[in-house]
């Protein structure tokens, strides 16, 4: 990932506030995160996947000569879900009108991965396509030549001399923000520059693989991973506070 991950260094603390509401940090450790720190903070992130009234996930078997899989999309986007069942209602009716959109935890999908997996069932995360689109756009601003961006991209701010990554004191804690949706994260920006127009020099946005943020929380020996927090887009947290107001209102 650019080797910006295994280089930390000096980071860029600024005073602001994020997207987010109230974020619970764990205390930092110099060593790589236990699983249960890693767990907790994928547990913030909610996926959609499409399952039938009994709960069981609509699967798509690919095989080839040697092998077979058990395919289950697991969406970044409820709204991508969503009209993925749109499709399936007008091309396969008896299917698409069977399932339904479900909301889980990244947490969740990563803990059942990492399960014995006798029945080869590979969870397959699904981008938002505009996403995607943006991640290719900076890595070839970048000069890189790339055709495709494999997986879900998540875009964090640098800068500085040093090229830091952007640190965001959050109370007593600062946090390393990725975030899912380059608009949210180009807000978070927009009100820097307004607020503290002199103060940080030449932020960029960069973009990495969430696959290897994962693998990096989990490997990499470094006390400030604890600072890293995954932002979900505004659709993602808009829908999961009004699935809290109602989940409060039918108490």
Sequence with gaps: MKNLLARWGVTLSLMCTTLLGTVALTS?????????????????VPVFTITNAE?????????????QASIVGVFISKQAAEAYV?????????????????????AEIYQRSQKNNEDRIVFELVPVKEQVEAALSL????????????GVPLFFA????????????????????????KEDL???????????????????????????????LKTKDDPQLNQ??????????????????SQNGNE
């Design 86 to 106: 749109q499709r399936l209602k007008s091309q396969n009716p008896e299917v698409g009108n069977a399932v339904q959109v479900v909301p889980l935890s990244l």
């Design 139 to 150: 890595l070839r601003q970048e000069g890189q030549e790339v055709e495709r961006f494999l």
């Design 186 to 216: 180009q807000v978070l920006l927009d009100k820097l520059k307004e607020t503290n127009p002199n103060q940080i020099p030449n932020i960029e946005i960069d973009v990495v693989n969430l696959l290897q943020v994962i693998r990096t």
């Design 228 to 245: 890293v927090v995954l932002v979900p887009s505004r659709e993602s947290v808009k829908y999961l506070r009004s699935l809290q107001s």
């Design 55 to 67: 709960g069981a996930p609509l699967v798509v078997e690919v095989a080839d000569e040697e092998n």
């Design 28 to 44: 930092m450790q110099a060593r790589a995160l236990p699983e249960q720190n890693v767990v907790q903070k994928l547990r913030r």
């Design 158 to 181: 640098r800068g500085g001399e040093d090229g830091g990554l952007l640190t965001v004191q959050r109370g007593e804690n600062q946090e390393v923000p990725f975030f899912f949706n």
